[in-house]
């Protein structure tokens, strides 16, 4: 029982303004982007099995990887085993870098399991103007609207998330139109607006 108010986290809108993308990777190759810690929570392995179908089915893309964790190890067999080309494992980047390497995503991918309580990175994604495919789970439908600036998969289902990719890897207009779309919804969540919000409430 009690008064509640849920107010979200928000983003630095300033931070993926104007940024320029990292060059080598704007070839006109559509590149797919991850962030985050390499553990099976954050799905990062369900992502390189959708995307290998995507390189089986002849669909030219790119994935780059930006993180680390416990699961690199069999990140970098699954690679190595099935000679997955395009497979780009960038570590830890700075803050800058790592907005510089959603100016240079066509799209961004989340396939994390469950247990997201705020989708933050998918809000970096948005203030990119960056596309996005990520799970149906219930910490990122409070971010995303469906069908808006996201394509929203069952989560553990490869078969969805690289129907999804594919989709949007085949579509550049539906691109352009979910990432502009996004960076209108980013507005909302800029820390300005969140920060007017918490003191309001205090108030």
């Known amino acids: 029982p009690g008064?509640?108010?849920?107010?979200?986290?928000?983003?630095?809108?300033?931070?993926?303004?104007?940024?320029?993308?990292?060059?080598?990777?704007?070839?006109?190759?559509?590149?797919?982007?991850?962030?985050?810690?390499?553990?099976?929570?954050?799905?990062l392995m369900y992502l390189l099995r959708a995307y290998y179908q995507l390189r089986l089915e002849g669909l030219g893309c790119r994935l780059l990887v930006v993180g680390h964790g416990p699961q690199?190890?069999?990140?970098?067999?699954?690679?190595?085993?099935?000679?997955?080309?395009?497979?780009?494992?960038l570590g830890r980047l700075s803050e800058h870098d790592k907005a510089r390497a959603f100016a240079t995503a066509d799209i961004y991918a989340s396939p994390a399991t469950g247990q997201e309580s705020f989708g933050i990175v998918l809000l970096e994604a948005m203030a990119a103007g960056v596309p996005i495919v990520c799970s149906d789970i219930h910490g990122y439908k409070g971010v995303v609207r469906r069908n808006e600036q996201a394509v929203l998969v069952p989560p553990r289902d490869v078969e969805a998330l690289a129907a999804a990719l594919g989709t949007l890897l085949r579509d550049p207009t539906l691109r352009q139109r979910m990432g502009e779309s996004g960076r209108e919804r980013a507005q909302r969540f800029g820390w300005e607006a969140v920060a007017t919000r918490v003191e309001e409430y205090y108030g």
Request: proline share 7%.
């Open 3 to 43: 008064d509640y108010k849920v107010i979200p986290n928000g983003v630095d809108l300033a931070e993926y303004e104007g940024v320029p993308p990292f060059a080598r990777w704007r070839d006109g190759i559509p590149n797919i982007l991850f962030v985050g810690r390499f553990e099976s929570r954050k799905g």
């Open 72 to 89: 690199l190890g069999e990140v970098r067999r699954y690679v190595a085993s099935r000679r997955l080309g395009g497979v780009e494992l």
